[in-house]
């Protein structure tokens, strides 16, 4: 049947259903949400090729008759002209105010179909299937659409919450390793912010989640949910205790600005770094005891995540990763906003993060490892 969980947002609160094989119910599911019969999936053809035709049927059984629309596959698919041609193909089709979007598809189409749904008819329904373990943990949750510029990621977007998600842990089975691995930093996110006792469990049981153990999986998907729920009921647009889930970002956003938003570095990988390196940070600050350092970058090595850069590549321009933070909305005068720690399951933001301290640590730590010369 699916486990449920609510997000508290008054009139705009709604169900996240996770558990085994709900993409064959979800027609069921959908039912209870949709104002009409009519339906637009939007997906991108590696998730299309699996799971378009099951969704299709499982709406076709409620009487829910669906139009597919299959993008391309990749981050470049959150750009304006797909965005464009999305909408103009939905609008050829005659929606009308009960047309219900669906994404079904990792954060990539999650983000893009969001985005559309909130300004298509100025608002239409719209219901997440997410298909990879970011996008069940984190991306399908909380009402941030986006699609990206050329000024930088994520910069045109809305907070546009869904009417229902559906995270299905069965689709993760045919999810690459490599994506897997990458959703299981954003799991790891929430322990590290407030939930040490997570991270125990995750010490015991990483190894089953990303192996794709059902029962391991959706107590994961489960828990994280439960976390992120809870902070977007408090601060949906994130004016403060939202900002918590940057855990790490700040140094993902600015390390994957300069791998190219592609298969160099994913999200998931550079958040890794990105908490890691938040935690040598506190460190460095006398925030944080080192032996908490080292028990993060331990686990994300058994779990086969990096936790430094030089994971990646050997050279790193750092007044280029300082000209990404610099740019950062938040920036006030010499200070950096970053989210710091004191331990494991204690973040908190700091809004007065010296700019040198930030260029030191980064130096310290993209100093490519010497040579050994006495080989
Ligand atoms: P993605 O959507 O690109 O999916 C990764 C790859 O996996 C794609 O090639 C996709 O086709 C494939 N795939 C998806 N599901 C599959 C399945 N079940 N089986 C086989 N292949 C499958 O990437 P992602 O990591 O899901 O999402 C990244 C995006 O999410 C970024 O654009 C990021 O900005 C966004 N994001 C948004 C939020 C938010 O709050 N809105 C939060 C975090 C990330
Ligand atoms: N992924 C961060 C947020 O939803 O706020």
Not at 116 to 128: E, F, K, N, P
Not at 210 to 224: C, H, N, Q, W
Not at 332 to 341: C, Y
Request: glycine share 10%; net charge negative.
């Amino acid at each position: 049947m699916g486990e449920r969980l609510r997000v508290e947002l008054g009139s705009r609160s709604y169900e996240i259903i996770v558990g085994e094989r709900l993409l064959a119910r979800a027609g069921t599911y959908v039912a209870q949400v949709a104002r009409g019969n009519r339906a637009v999936i939007v997906t991108d053809e590696n998730v299309g090729t699996l799971y378009l035709h099951r969704l299709m049927g499982a709406l076709e059984e409620k009487g829910i008759g669906s139009l597919p629309i299959v993008l391309p596959p990749g981050e470049q698919t959150k750009c304006f002209a797909q965005a464009e041609s999305l909408m103009e193909t939905v609008l050829e089709h005659k929606p009308d105010r009960d047309t219900l979007i669906v994404a079904l598809g990792g954060g990539v189409i999650g983000d893009l179909a969001g985005f559309a749904a909130s300004i298509l008819l100025r608002g239409l329904d719209y219901v997440q299937i997410p298909t990879t373990l970011l996008a069940q943990v984190d991306s399908s949750v909380g009402g941030k659409t986006a699609i990206n510029s050329r000024h930088g990621k994520n910069l045109i977007g809305s907070f546009y919450q869904p009417r229902l998600v559906l995270a299905d842990v069965s689709v993760l089975s045919s999810l690459p390793r490599r994506e897997r691995l990458a959703g299981y930093s954003e799991v790891l996110k929430y322990a590290l912010i407030d939930d040490a006792g997570f991270f125990d469990w995750l010490q015991e049981h990483a190894a089953e989640v990303l192996e794709g153990k059902a029962g391991a999986l959706t107590r994961a998907i489960l828990v994280s949910c439960r976390a992120k729920a809870a902070i977007v009921a408090e601060d949906e647009r994130e004016s403060g205790k939202r900002a918590l889930l940057n855990f790490g970002h700040t140094f993902a956003h600015a390390l994957e600005a300069e791998t190219g938003y592609g298969d160099a570095l994913l999200h998931g990988e550079a958040v890794a770094i990105g908490m890691s390196l938040a935690f040598a940070l506190s460190v460095r600050m006398n925030l944080c005891p080192e032996e908490e350092l080292l028990r993060v970058m331990r686990h994300l090595a058994q779990c086969g995540l990096p936790s430094s850069p030089l994971a990646v590549r050997a050279n790193w321009d750092v007044e280029a990763l300082m000209e990404h933070f610099s740019r950062d909305k938040k920036v006030r005068g010499e200070s950096l906003t970053f989210v710091l720690t004191r331990g494991i399951g204690k973040a908190f933001v700091a809004h007065d993060v010296e700019k040198e301290l930030v260029r030191q640590l980064l130096i310290e730590h993209l100093r490519p490892a010497p040579l050994d010369i006495a080989k």
